[in-house]
Every structure is written in structure tokens, then in C-alpha cells.
């Protein structure tokens, strides 16, 4: 299992990802699940993964493959962020049909896999989007500017209370390591390092504002004690049930 998410400002857009790809009695292991594509002042495009850890590399190892090559088709020649989320998709498919034909539709496992796409190309505006193990795309709205992949549900709470389209992206980052910290906390197979990413507007550069947690890193400790201190604060000033009970007597 695992937990990533984007957000689409005004300034930019923000990732943020774990990093456990095991969770055992026995074994803990880890695997970066931000991948990074750049051509400086031409375009930046971040790929975030979730879901069969063998469909997810052999993706990525493609689109690598691609452009070493240089495929007929391949992220350098997008006109758009949404072509190469078309591109992703497809690659996605057919590592999938790869394990349904070596082991048919019972092999035993699931070879699916979910990316998040986002980033700009040079005369077009950023782009977020979320690729389904089927290949096809959703993007983000203003109602709700954010996409998650994984294990959503935990982290969800505070997106929906703090992300807005104009929130700052410096409150956005923490709020993003404080949405997958809180996942963390409910679900073991969620785990460091994390990894956050803020990508500029316009900047056409791939790492303006990046750093990697540890899970002993002191910022990290920081923001676990704050946050609990600052619910239970928040739970012990919510108001009693003394005038509800009042209107029972």
C-alpha cells in the first residue's frame, strides 16, 4: 500500500508521497514513488505511482527507455501534459496485459497500477492529473483541487478543510505532510521517507522547493507533536452537551 497526492494552486502544484512499498511482520522496505522528468525551461512533469510495484517500475523504466531511444513518441515530444497522460495510461495497460497473458485472469494477483501525472510545458499552463489502472484520466477541480492515490481515506479530513486554489504553497506543503503523516498513523503500510514537492508556475524548473523526511526527522517529529497537541487543544474546546442534555429534563 501506499499514500501520494498533488495539488493544484495558483502558485503551482504541490506532491507529496510515501515511500513503504512492504510492511511485514518480518520486513520493511521502501521505494521512491516521485519520479521527476525535466528539460529546463522546457517543461517539468512529476509522476507519482500507487499499486502493483512491478506495473508502476516497469512504466516508468519505459518511459525512460523512450527517451534514450527516441521512440516515435516519448515525453519530450508532448505538446501537452495531458499527452503524456495518455501515454502513461497506455504503458499501464500493457504491463498489465503482460502479467493476464503469462499467468490469465486468476494469476493470483493484481497487477493494476495509479499514477498521478502533473507539471507544465513550455505555452501551456500546469496540469494535474490521475490515470486509472484502465488507462483513462480524470483531473482536479477547484471545488476540490487535489488528487490522491493509495490509501486516501485517512489523510482526505484536512484536505477538504484547508486546500483552496489560492491557499499559499508553503501551507499546502505542510498540509500535505500532515495528511500523509496522519495516514502514517492509521496504516502501517504507509511509511517514510516522505517525499515533497512544490513545482513553481511558469518556472519550467524541476526542483524549487523539494526535501525528503526521514522517519526520525526532526520536522517531521515537530509537526506529529504540534498537530496532536493542536487536536486534543481544539477537541478540549469544542462546546459540552450540557445544554443538549438540558433540553431533555
Known amino acids: 500500500m501506499t499514500y501520494c497526492l498533488a495539488i493544484a494552486l495558483e502558485d503551482g502544484l504541490v506532491f507529496c508521497s510515501d515511500s513503504r512499498t512492504n510492511a511485514g511482520a518480518d520486513r520493511v522496505s521502501s521505494y521512491s514513488k516521485m519520479h521527476r522528468f525535466s528539460v529546463?525551461?522546457?517543461?517539468?512533469?512529476?509522476?507519482?505511482?500507487?499499486?502493483?510495484?512491478?506495473?508502476?517500475?516497469?512504466?516508468?523504466?519505459?518511459?525512460?527507455?523512450?527517451?534514450?531511444?527516441?521512440?516515435?513518441?516519448?515525453?519530450?515530444?508532448?505538446?501537452?501534459?495531458?499527452?503524456?497522460?495518455?501515454?502513461?495510461?497506455?504503458?499501464?495497460?500493457?504491463?498489465?496485459?503482460?502479467?493476464?497473458?503469462?499467468?490469465?485472469?486468476?494469476?493470483?494477483?493484481?497487477?493494476?497500477?495509479?499514477?498521478?501525472?502533473?507539471?507544465?510545458?513550455?505555452?501551456?499552463?500546469?496540469?494535474?492529473?490521475?490515470?486509472?489502472?484502465?488507462?483513462?484520466?480524470i483531473t482536479a477541480s477547484d471545488l476540490h483541487p487535489y488528487l490522491q492515490i493509495g490509501e486516501t481515506k485517512y489523510g482526505k479530513p484536512i484536505l477538504d478543510r484547508i486546500i483552496r486554489p489560492e491557499t499559499p504553497f508553503e501551507t499546502a506543503m505542510r498540509c500535505a505532510i500532515v495528511s500523509v503523516d496522519s495516514t502514517m498513523r492509521s496504516n502501517a503500510t504507509v511509511g517514510p521517507p516522505l517525499e515533497c514537492l512544490f513545482y513553481r508556475k511558469d518556472s519550467l524548473q524541476p526542483n524549487e522547493r523539494y526535501c525528503k523526511l526521514e522517519e526520525h526527522h526532526p520536522y517531521l517529529a515537530e509537526v506529529r507533536e504540534s498537530w496532536d497537541d493542536s487536536i486534543r487543544s481544539a477537541f478540549d474546546n469544542l462546546p459540552t452537551l450540557d445544554a443538549v442534555f438540558a433540553e431533555d429534563e
Open 40 to 137: 529546463p525551461y522546457d517543461r517539468s512533469l512529476v509522476l507519482l505511482t500507487a499499486g502493483n510495484l512491478a506495473t508502476s517500475q516497469a512504466v516508468v523504466s519505459q518511459i525512460q527507455r523512450d527517451l534514450e531511444q527516441d521512440a516515435e513518441f516519448n515525453i519530450l515530444k508532448a505538446s501537452y501534459v495531458s499527452d503524456v497522460a495518455d501515454y502513461v495510461g497506455r504503458l499501464s495497460v500493457e504491463e498489465q496485459g503482460k502479467y493476464q497473458e503469462q499467468g490469465g485472469p486468476n494469476a493470483g494477483f493484481n497487477a493494476a497500477a495509479t499514477f498521478i501525472l502533473g507539471g507544465q510545458i513550455k505555452g501551456h499552463s500546469p496540469e494535474l492529473y490521475m490515470i486509472y489502472p484502465e488507462g483513462n484520466h
